[in-house]
T-cell receptor
Framework: DAGITQSPRYKITETGRQVTLMCHQT?????MFWYRQDLGHGLRLIYY???????DKGEVPDGYVVSRSKTENFPLTLESATRSQTSVYFC????????????FGQGTRLTVV | AQKITQTQPGMFVQEKEAVTLDCTYD???????LFWYKQPSSGEMIFLIY??????QNATEGRYSLNFQKARKSANLVISASQLGDSAMYFC????????????FGTGTSLTVIP
């Protein structure tokens, strides 16, 4: 299917476990982003990537790791999950051109118990 | 400092009336873009409208228009003729710089349309 897809949609994990959230886009967009959405904070940027093998930190990167070996994939790993990382995670992508909007995945609701 | 500020946590509007959702932004870049997204209760993020910093005309998309006041650094969303389906969270966002590596969001405004 064309578009941007995230998996899983829902995940419950235990404190201290490693968990990876997947993101895949079919448009060959240059830019990809990971956000977390928490009540009262809107969407906060965790990491972003301008191209394959180019990633950089956003506003709240601590506790997260990303990689982008292929243009279409941008997985987000929580190395040792904490309860404060319970959130809804959105992956997004956008094309290089200035006026283009970001397209979002459906979101992953992660609960750390 | 907050890049995007949305000061209205919740708004109510009567069906068929117009409503303005406020957004102010903070950037020292000359080139930037402003976006509005809608998030219904189902959770997906839906792009509504875009305004470039060099655009002289206010952007419009159907019932949505963006009231862009550059000197005041505000980019308010106006929804005309509100419909029940407009009830949702609305987020203002900004792309800074020419390449758009950073894409910042506000905290959102929850709009409820009353029949």
């Amino acid at each position: 299917d064309a578009g941007i897809t995230q998996s899983p949609r829902y995940k419950i994990t235990e404190t201290g476990r490693q968990v990876t959230l997947m993101c895949h886009q079919t448009w060959s967009h240059s830019y990809m982003f990971w956000y977390r959405q928490d009540l009262g904070h809107g969407l906060r940027l965790i990491y972003y990537s301008a191209a394959a093998d180019i990633t950089d930190k956003g506003e709240v990167p601590d506790g997260y790791v990303v990689s982008r070996s292929k243009t279409e994939n941008f997985p987000l790993t929580l190395e040792s999950a904490t309860r404060s990382q319970t959130s809804v995670y959105f992956c997004a992508s956008r094309a290089f051109f200035r006026g283009t909007e970001a397209f979002f995945g459906q979101g992953t609701r992660l609960t750390v118990v | 400092a907050q890049k995007i500020t949305q000061t209205q946590p919740g708004m109510f509007v009567q069906e068929k009336e117009a409503v303005t959702l406020d957004c102010t932004y903070d950037t020292s870049d000359q080139s930037y873009g402003l976006f509005w997204y809608k998030q219904p209760s189902s959770g997906e993020m839906i792009f509504l409208i875009y305004q470039g910093s060099y655009d002289e005309q206010n952007a419009t998309e159907g019932r949505y228009s963006l009231n862009f006041q550059k000197a005041r650094k505000s980019a308010n969303l106006v929804i005309s003729a509100s419909q029940l389906g407009d009830s949702a969270m609305y987020f203002c966002a900004m792309r800074e710089g020419n390449t758009g590596n950073q894409f910042y969001f506000g905290t959102g405004t929850s709009l409820t349309v009353i029949p």
